[in-house]
């Protein structure tokens, strides 16, 4: 179906989407339902060797009964095809249709279209199929009695693309696509499959024959496959005279695999069926430095494998949707695919629905990240409509954490609750000062999506609490001797304990002043004697805040030093933590795991965010590109080229020493540069800010070019 996106002023009304409905049916369900199903049956599948390892957090459930509306004005009596997930009744102007339930002929003039569904196995959903009548994202739904249309608290029905009658979303599965072995090493009744690279898919045998047990032992590394006791997935199967190719029911992540044959048993050849979401690679990035260009490619692979039907964290172990991995993959995907489809489901999954009784995924900061990454999504696509959708659950929400509040109007770790922050070694009791950061940030993000659905009373109080947080933060953390964020408060005492998490989060948020940020810099972020951040999870904020105090040649240096090591030690894609005094086999384990570490873990893709955002320079100033930046940055390179995707179309950008070019889509947009001489440009005028810095306008679809000196 061709999903048209239109806003009518701040709030999409629903008549306004009625009257720009798509061409064609697409299967349409409450809004959130499907993704939460669909979570909940990844999620269970987490194998750990031969036991099943469920999530630890609550799994909400869909809605059974739902009612879908939609109010027509026909000018000719048309005959309407309905197909539903679950036994359903269609009901017009009130009065059930009696008989045939699937060939319905609705007379001329205006009528209200009801269908309800009830299933309790799989969402409720229908496909509806007629001349003029088609299911689609304008169809209205309730989980009680009918709302017709136009009623203000309708809610828009959701849909992805399940365009066909016979492909309802019960039967989703990802693509899939064979690929052969790099390699296979042949014993008497074994075999040790390399695909070459990190993937994940199902194990196909080409002629297998005979009787008997046969055995998979996945590995990331080779070593793991090559440990039939301690390898963390594996499968065994029992198959009595088969002669013809076999095929592993389950998707595995690995390079490599390590498959045993009972005696007697033989097989031709090894293929894999490869298992991805279809993607569309828009965003690129090319410089002087070869190694930089294989650590954005090895990224964008990483990213690629772990976007599925949501953002997973890994596709090795967990399988489990969570909060803060998924906040940076969304940035990544901006910078990349740009597929906000991916970024809905799982900000949905992640939800779950009402009524709230405790954190998402269990985690403080998690539920914060949550409220952040639906700011970030609407800045960066523009898409109203899913912040109006979203909105009630972001109220709830809020409320809970609201209501789990300390006296000093400040958050803590209360039973049950799993305050993460980051694998480093750091206390985590009583108020920490980097919590209260994303406390503020996560209230701003409810005051801006109030504004969006022009809920300005809503939007007034977030943003009232927000501007109190944060003068109790800087009043409270702030340590004037030492001219950085300290650590925390317990029962009144202040640890002046300095760590780089809350600073490098108050600068990325805009909360310091010049002198400030320079202090936070010195004493905190480029100190040696604050222990250094060993994740990706959190280099991605501390290089994005050096990246923002317009350190780009350390930082290029600390990408090429961190993710480059990793591709020394030989990694196909990126993992979940590194340190390079590990040697050999000692970089797989984690957990207490010989072999727990994730070798191809979403967060350490961040380069791709890092060289889209802060080389290619190339950001939105309001949602949707409307308007954007344009302010590439060499960090110590020769030159750099690539694209950034926007709603619009992809932003082209190169710039050298001498020159910079920048082709443009929609928006208006401003780019930004600093030269040790003065520029020229025919595409249009450029002004001078002071001190070697200049900028000029962008109109969208056209090529600009500036030469100039540093």
């Known amino acids: 179906m061709r999903l048209i996106s239109i806003i009518c002023g701040i709030v999409i009304s629903l008549s306004c989407l009625a009257a720009q409905a798509a061409e064609r049916a697409t299967w349409i369900w409450y809004p959130g339902d499907f993704e939460i199903w669909l979570s909940n049956q990844l999620q269970v599948q987490r194998n750990e060797r031969d036991a099943h390892f469920m999530p630890f957090w609550r799994l909400y459930g869909h809605q059974p009964l739902i009612h879908f509306t939609r109010r027509v004005n026909l000018d000719a009596p ?6 539903a997930e679950g036994t359903y009744a269609t009901v017009i102007d009130g009065q059930f249709v009696q008989g045939d339930q699937r060939h319905i002929v609705v ?174 690679r828009r965003g690129t990035f090319k410089s002087s430095d070869d190694e930089l260009n294989k650590i954005w490619d090895v990224s964008i692979r990483t990213l690629e494998l772990n976007t599925r039907a949501f953002f997973l964290d890994g596709i090795k172990r967990d399988h489990w949707v969570w909060s803060g991995d998924a906040v940076q993959t969304y940035l990544m995907n901006y910078y990349s695919f740009f597929d906000g489809d991916t970024v809905k489901r799982t900000t949905r999954a992640l939800r779950g629905a009402d009524p709230v009784d405790m954190h998402v995924n269990t985690i403080l900061d998690y539920s914060l990240y949550w409220f952040i990454g639906i700011q970030d999504y609407y800045q960066y696509t523009g898409d109203a409509a899913f912040v109006k959708s979203i909105y009630p659950r972001m109220v709830t929400l809020m409320d809970f954490v609201l209501g789990r509040r300390n006296a000093n109007g400040m958050l803590e770790g209360l039973a049950g ?93 805009g909360y310091l002043d010049a002198a400030q940020s320079e202090a936070v810099k010195r004493n905190a972020l480029m100190s040696g004697k604050v222990p250094a951040i060993t994740t990706p999870y959190m280099r991605f ?134 030269s040790g001489k003065t520029p020229r440009s025919r595409q249009g005028a450029i002004r001078s800010l002071g001190n070697g810095a200049y900028e000029m306008t962008l109109e969208g679809g056209k090529q600009y070019e500036v030469s100039y000196a540093r």
């Not at 048309?78 to 197909?83: C, F, G, K, L, Y």
């Not at 019960?170 to 040790?192: D, H, P």
Request: hydrophobic share 40%.
């Open 78 to 83: 048309e005959e309407i095809t309905v197909d």
């Open 107 to 280: 007379p001329a003039g205006k009528h209200l279209i009801s269908v309800q569904v009830h299933n309790a196995a799989a969402p409720p959903s229908i496909y509806v199929q007629g001349k003029t009548i088609h299911s689609d994202a304008a169809w209205t739904v309730a989980a009680a009695p009918n709302r017709p249309p136009e009623d203000a608290n309708a809610v828009l029905a959701g849909s992805w693309n399940f365009d066909a009658a016979d492909r309802p979303p019960s039967r989703f599965k990802l693509a899939t696509q064979e690929v052969s072995a790099a390699s296979i090493e042949r014993g008497r009744r074994s075999m040790l499959v390399d695909f070459g690279q990190e993937t994940i898919g199902f194990v196909k045998l080409k002629n297998l024959k005979g009787s008997g047990k046969v055995s998979f032992y996945y590995g990331e590394s080779k070593e793991e496959a090559l440990s039939p006791d301690k390898s963390e997935t594996l499968d065994h199967f029992t198959v009595d005279g088969h002669n013809g190719d076999f095929v592993s029911n389950r998707s595995r992540a690995l390079r490599y695999v390590n498959i045993q044959l009972a005696e007697g048993m033989s097989a031709d050849d090894v293929s894999l069926l490869y298992e991805y979401l279809p993607l569309t």
């Open 417 to 509: 609750d799993w305050v993460f922050v980051d694998w480093a070694d750091m206390p985590k009791d009583g108020e920490l000062s980097v919590i209260q950061l994303l406390f503020a940030r996560s209230l701003e993000s409810m005051a801006a999506s109030a504004e969006v659905v022009n809920d300005q009373r809503k939007a007034a109080q977030y943003r009232q609490l927000a501007s109190e947080l944060k003068a109790k933060i800087m009043a409270t953390f702030w340590d004037k001797e030492q001219q950085v964020f300290v650590h925390s408060r317990v029962k009144g005492q202040v640890n002046k304990m300095v760590t780089r998490h809350p600073n490098m989060f108050a600068l990325m948020f």
């Open 541 to 674: 904020y501390e290089l994005a805040a050096l990246a923002e105090l317009g350190q780009h040649d350390y930082v290029t240096t600390q990408i090429k030093d961190y993710w480059g090591g990793m591709l020394r030690d030989g990694a196909t894609c990126f993992w979940e933590q590194y340190d390079p005094k590990q040697k050999g086999v000692e970089h797989y384990a984690m957990y207490g795991k010989a072999f727990g570490k994730s070798l191809c873990h979403a967060w350490g893709a961040s380069p791709a965010y890092l060289l889209g955002k802060y080389y290619l320079g190339v950001r939105p100033t309001s949602p949707g590109y409307a308007s954007y930046v344009v302010e590439p940055k060499l960090g110590g390179l020769k030159w750099i080229e690539g694209k950034v995707p926007t709603p619009q179309g992809d932003i082209a950008v190169y710039a050298s020493d001498t020159r910079i070019k920048v082709a443009t889509v929609g928006g208006r947009g401003v780019l930004r540069f600093n």
